[in-house]
C-alpha cells in the first residue's frame, strides 16, 4: 500500500493545476481500499460558476460517477487544505472511511481547526481524519498564490 504521502503529492499536482486556472490552489484524490485513484479534483468555482466547485466535492463526484455509487465508504479522501463545512458534510454523506488533510485552515476549517464536524454525535457516520500531511507543501502553494494575487492588484 502507498503512502499517505504518494497520494498528498497527486492532490497538490491538482492544486498547482487550480493555481494555473486563477483558482484558489486546493487539491483533492479520492482512493479506493486497493489504493487505486478513483476520483480526483481540484478548486473550480471561478471557472465552473459553481459554489460547491471545491476540490473535495469535485474528486468525490468523479468517484461517485467512476463506482457508479454515491457511497465512498471504504474510501479515503486526500486533500491539500482542510475541508469546509459544505465539504465536510458531503464527507459524511459519501460515508467516507477515512479523510487526510495537508494544511490547516483555521479560518474555515470544519475538520479540526473551528470545529469538528466530522465527529458530531447526531451524524450517522463516523469519519477517521488525519492531519497535516505535507502541511507546509501546500501551505506554501496557498501563501505563494496569495502574495502573487495581492501584489497583481
Same mark, same amino acid.
Not at 472511511?97 to 479560518?107: C, F, H, L, Q, S
Given at each position: 500500500m502507498r503512502s499517505d504521502e504518494f497520494y498528498m503529492h497527486r492532490a497538490l499536482e491538482l492544486a498547482h493545476q487550480a493555481a494555473e486556472a486563477g483558482e484558489v490552489p486546493v487539491g483533492a484524490v479520492v482512493v479506493d481500499a486497493a489504493g487505486e485513484i478513483i476520483g480526483q479534483g481540484f478548486n473550480a468555482p471561478i471557472s465552473l460558476h459553481d459554489p460547491s466547485a471545491h476540490a473535495e466535492v469535485q474528486a468525490l463526484r468523479d468517484a461517485a460517477a467512476h463506482l457508479g455509487n454515491y457511497r465512498l465508504e471504504q474510501c479515503t479522501l486526500f486533500?491539500?487544505?482542510?475541508?469546509? =463545512?459544505?465539504? /465536510?458534510? %458531503?464527507?459524511?454523506? !459519501?460515508?467516507?472511511?477515512?479523510?487526510?488533510?495537508?494544511?490547516?485552515?483555521?479560518?474555515?476549517? =470544519?475538520?479540526? /481547526?473551528? %470545529?469538528?464536524?466530522? !465527529?458530531?454525535?447526531?451524524?450517522?457516520?463516523?469519519?477517521?481524519?488525519c492531519g497535516g500531511v505535507l502541511a507546509s507543501r501546500a501551505s506554501r502553494l496557498l501563501k505563494q498564490f496569495f502574495s502573487e494575487r495581492r501584489s497583481s492588484d
Open positions: 486533500v491539500t487544505l482542510e475541508p469546509c =463545512m459544505m465539504c /465536510s458534510g %458531503a464527507i459524511v454523506h !459519501a460515508r467516507l472511511k477515512r479523510v487526510v488533510y495537508g494544511a490547516p485552515e483555521p479560518r474555515t476549517g =470544519m475538520v479540526e /481547526s473551528k %470545529a469538528n464536524l466530522l !465527529a458530531q454525535p447526531w451524524h450517522f457516520h463516523r469519519v477517521e481524519v
